[in-house]
């Protein structure tokens, strides 16, 4: 195993760190327990939007704290949920006087935890957990299906409804719309190691590819032949599509992203490949998110996610963010 640590033991504690001395303008990291907060928390009469889960998953969370975005994210250790005690430091650091609204990912220990949290904290709390993954119904860590890409969209759209001075009943009504319009799917073509494991997670030939991972590198739908880019990318949309379903006439935000190991070039060009077969199919790309979003520590592969817009949610994906991962608009 080969990767730019010193004791796999801290590798997360590490990482914070420099974190914070890269964006100590826009976020403050706490330790013991581990949370990363907005650096002008709290913020009166706002409500905060929190979110975590296990670290590995880079930017995801705390590269999404800060203006327009996440008013905190509690980072666990490697593929491992966050623990109730951080959820509810998070919640105490951030509580403007408005509330808090918890964005959880449908994984068995984040849905525990965090729902622990919200009932022991004396602030007014609500939770809403996103299971976007069309792949399987159930894997390794949940019941139901997996929250995976859709979550980056869904943090930066009621984000900014937060940000604009939404109340937590509506802040909570928009999440809930988001969720039940917002479909994805990945693939890899390498499995990642986890640095305290020190070996892959799964193994895959040469020539082969897992269709429907999770972002821990759960199996997927199935291992199969790797083919074209047109090939993966039609593997990922078509499923997709499907689900929801998605039609003629439809407006979406398309995110292509990289599990981690895949580099832009070979991104931007099956993004240009899930745009046309959009196209084909009479529904229109407005908005577009290119790049590593939500990872899987190394793990060459990509993911798919579609949300089908409405003329709120482009405003709101359009409002100003200024975080680590994302700035626009400021």
């Known amino acids: 195993m080969k990767k730019i640590i010193n004791d796999p033991e801290t590798v997360v504690q590490d990482s914070l760190r420099g974190m914070q001395a890269a964006h100590s303008d826009l976020l403050t990291v706490h330790h013991d327990p581990a949370v990363v ?35 905190a994210a509690c ?5 491992t949920s966050p623990t109730p005690d951080q959820v509810l430091d998070a919640v105490s650091k951030t509580d403007g006087g408005a509330g808090a609204l918890l964005v959880v990912k ?14 022991l904290a004396e602030s007014e709390v609500r939770s809403v957990v996103i299971d976007d993954d069309v792949a399987v119904k159930d894997s390794l860590y949940t ?11 869904l943090e930066k759209i009621v984000g900014a409804a937060a940000e604009r001075g939404d109340d937590l009943a509506a802040c909570e009504a928009l999440a809930l719309r988001v969720i039940a319009s917002v479909r994805s799917m990945g693939l890899a073509l390498t499995s990642c190691t986890v640095p305290h494991v020190g070996s892959p997670s799964f193994e895959l030939a040469d020539d082969e590819m897992e269709v429907g991972i999770g972002i821990h590198g759960e199996p997927g739908r ?24 998605f039609s003629s006439g439809d407006r979406v935000l398309l995110f292509t992203n990289s599990m981690g190991g ?29 790049g590593p979003y939500i990872t899987s520590l190394e793990m ?23 975080t680590p991962a994302l700035r626009w608009g400021v």
Not at 276 to 282: K, N, P, S, T, V
């Open 262 to 290: 895949t580099p832009l070039i070979e991104l931007y060009l099956a993004h240009g490949i899930a745009e046309q077969l959009l196209a084909d199919r009479g529904i229109t790309v407005e908005r577009r998110l290119v």
């Open 143 to 153: 019941a139901g299906r997996r929250g995976v890409g859709g979550t980056v969209l």
């Open 75 to 79: 980072p666990g250790a490697v593929f």
């Open 222 to 245: 199935r291992k199969v032949a790797a083919g074209t880019a047109s090939d993966m990318v039609s593997a990922l949309l078509e499923p997709i599509l499907e689900d929801l379903p």
């Open 37 to 71: 907060v907005r650096a002008d928390a709290p913020v009166p009469g706002k409500v905060a939007i929190i979110s975590g889960g296990g670290a590995g998953h880079e930017p995801l969370h705390g590269g999404f704290v800060g203006r327009g975005m996440l008013d």
């Open 106 to 119: 449908n994984y068995t220990g984040d849905v525990l935890n965090f729902e622990t949290a919200g009932e």
């Open 300 to 322: 060459q592969g990509m993911s798919i996610t579609l949300l089908k817009l409405d003329d709120e949610m482009v405003s709101l994906w359009d409002a100003p963010v200024h």
